[in-house]
C-alpha cells in the first residue's frame, strides 16, 4: 500500500501563485509515474501534470508554462507549483501514484482562485 498526504491549496487572487506538495509513505524510486488531477464542480477529472521514475514531466495544456511539478526523493514528496493562476484553475486538486496495478490517491486540496 502507498499513502500520500497532501498540504497546501487554499484561497488565491488571480495571478497569484500556490504550491501544493504530496508526501509519499514508499520511496519514490519503488513508485511509477505520480501524478496530480484536479475536478472542478460539474467536470470530470483531469490529469494537471506528471512525473516518471526517470524524472520526465508532462502537463495538461491548460497549464503549460504556469505549472512545474517536481520531486525531492530524499523526502518522497511531489510538488506542484502553481503560478499565474486563473479562476479557471479552481478545482480539487489530488495526487495520485498507481503502484501494483492499483490507484493511490491523496485527500484532496482545495483551490479556488478569485478573480
Known amino acids: 500500500q502507498v499513502q500520500l498526504v497532501e498540504s497546501g491549496g487554499g484561497l488565491v487572487q488571480a495571478g497569484g501563485s500556490l504550491r501544493l506538495s504530496c508526501a509519499a509513505s514508499?520511496?519514490?524510486?519503488?513508485?511509477?509515474?505520480m501524478g496530480w488531477f484536479r475536478q472542478a464542480p460539474g467536470k470530470q477529472r483531469e490529469l494537471v501534470a506528471r512525473i516518471t521514475r526517470d524524472g520526465s514531466t508532462d502537463y495538461a495544456d491548460s497549464v503549460k508554462g504556469r505549472f512545474t511539478i517536481s520531486r525531492d526523493s530524499a523526502k518522497n514528496t511531489v510538488y506542484l507549483q502553481m503560478n499565474s493562476l486563473k479562476p479557471e484553475d479552481t478545482a480539487v486538486y489530488s495526487c495520485?501514484?498507481?503502484?501494483?496495478?492499483?490507484?493511490?490517491w491523496g485527500q484532496g486540496s482545495q483551490v479556488t482562485v478569485s478573480s
Open positions: 495520485n501514484v498507481r503502484y501494483q496495478f492499483k490507484d493511490y
Open positions: 514508499r520511496d519514490m524510486f519503488s513508485l511509477n509515474a
